[in-house]
């Protein structure tokens, strides 16, 4: 199996110069960062597909810290007996040690900022059972959530 380095589309903001111009460049480096991360179960689409979703929070984006969580897997263990884990190849051990939800069991998360969770409309029950207790277990660690 080839493995790829991972690419990256990165938005800076928009910020006007000493000319009028507009120019990518930070203006210091206190800047906030959007980190968005898409599905596709560690195998499917690609970053092309979604990049427009970053340029566009970033086109309304404000100096502030928020977590967006769309439609995650936070619980990695019932994907073990699934297709999705055809090439991860994980067993019930290892697939707990990955997930986010139960390593938040363990531990309480070393930041904190307000946290919004989300799934689609007519996503799959699994999707909302698991986005439904990942709300639950930030809010037990006194975390800022929002569920939708």
């Keep these: 199996m080839v493995r790829r380095k991972p690419r990256w589309d990165i ?3 928009m910020i006007m110069n000493d000319n009028s111009a507009t120019t990518h460049k930070y ?3 206190a800047t906030p960062v959007l980190l968005f991360v898409h599905g596709g179960y ?3 689409g690609s970053r092309k597909i979604y990049s427009f979703i970053g340029a566009k929070i970033h086109q309304f984006h404000k100096p502030c810290m928020v977590c967006f969580l769309i439609s ?4 990695v263990v019932p994907c073990v007996n699934t ?3 055809d090439a991860m190849k994980l067993d019930e051990e290892s697939a707990a040690r990955l997930s986010p939800q139960r390593i938040l069991m ?4 070393t ?12 996503g799959s029950p699994e999707f909302t059972r698991q986005s439904k207790e990942f709300v639950e277990i930030l809010k037990s660690h006194g975390g800022t959530e929002f569920f939708s």
């Design 111 to 122: 930041f904190s900022c307000p946290v919004l969770v989300a799934v689609e409309e007519h």
């Design 11 to 13: 938005f800076y903001p």
């Design 106 to 109: 363990k531990t309480s998360p």
């Design 42 to 44: 560690w195998q499917a």
């Design 83 to 85: 297709f999705v884990n």
């Design 72 to 75: 995650g897997v936070f619980d």
């Design 27 to 29: 203006k210091d480096n």
